[in-house]
């Protein structure tokens, strides 16, 4: 079996900074502050760590409590947000997913800064949320380790699965340490935040400026592109 862990911004989709209206709108709801996104280099962060760093920023105490009604607020705008930018789908993704669909032979997972709201929005608009069945996400402003150590435990509850046969996609020195925190492999892709010599320097297994073709993606995992796939069960939203 092989496990695929994915990250969603800068990863699977770009959503052209649309999601920072819905940042800087529910700060301004939230605290009455004017607040701006662009302001912070986000890539890899958790939502979480977002809302804790953009309250520091204001001057306001990061509780537990208002970090989560900042992040709450900002999930509840983000489906009016996105589509306020032109956005779109990497490339290769739509692709390489569409051939890994109903395997019996590999899972894919979400595993991501967002929130599970968050990442409903956005994979929801741009189409690709069929093909999350579940995953791992922000759930506090703890390290990003920590959702890597869940979206194992998912993983493995489905049934037994080797470290040599998963596999982190991301686009952030920050997927790199969640890979290298539960023990697998990286796959780092320079079509987010970082540049490919600044993900080289965090030393994932495989580098590329963009998601390979993908026949090239199966066979850098392991698998025959060829090979028939099982039926498909009904996908369950993220």
């Known amino acids: 079996m092989t496990v695929l862990f994915w990250d969603i911004d800068g ?6 900074k649309g999601g920072m209206f819905a940042w800087d709108d529910a700060v301004k ?4 502050r004017d607040f701006e996104l662009a302001s912070l280099r986000i890539p890899g962060m958790t939502d979480y760590q977002i809302g804790a760093r953009t309250l520091e920023m204001l001057g306001l105490e990061s509780t537990e409590a208002l970090t989560q009604r900042l992040v709450r607020r900002y999930e509840e705008l983000l489906p ?5 930018r032109t956005g779109h789908v990497l490339k290769h993704v739509r692709e390489i997913l569409e ?3 109903g395997r019996a032979d590999v899972r894919s997972y979400l595993l991501t ?6 990442a409903k929005a956005k994979l929801t608009h741009y189409g690709l949320v069929d093909f999350f069945p579940e995953g791992a996400f922000a759930e506090d402003t703890r390290a990003r380790a920590t959702i890597a150590e869940r979206a194992l435990v998912l993983a493995r509850r489905a049934g037994h699965v080797s470290e040599q046969d998963m596999f982190v996609i991301g686009d952030t020195p920050h997927d790199v340490e969640c890979a290298n925190a539960i023990g697998v492999r990286t796959i780092a892709v320079a079509t987010g935040g970082y540049s490919v010599e600044e993900l080289r320097e965090h030393q994932p297994w495989q580098l590329f400026a963009e998601l390979p073709p993908p026949d090239e993606f199966m066979r850098l995992i ?3 592109s060829r090979r028939s796939v099982s039926a498909k069960a009904p996908a369950r939203q993220a």
Request: glycine share 18%; no cysteine.
């Open 11 to 16: 990863t699977l989709l770009t959503t052209a």
């Open 29 to 32: 709801e939230i605290t009455g």
């Open 80 to 84: 009016t947000s996105l589509p306020r």
């Open 99 to 101: 051939q890994l669909r």
């Open 113 to 118: 800064g967002n929130t599970r709201g968050g």
């Open 222 to 224: 392991g698998l025959d």
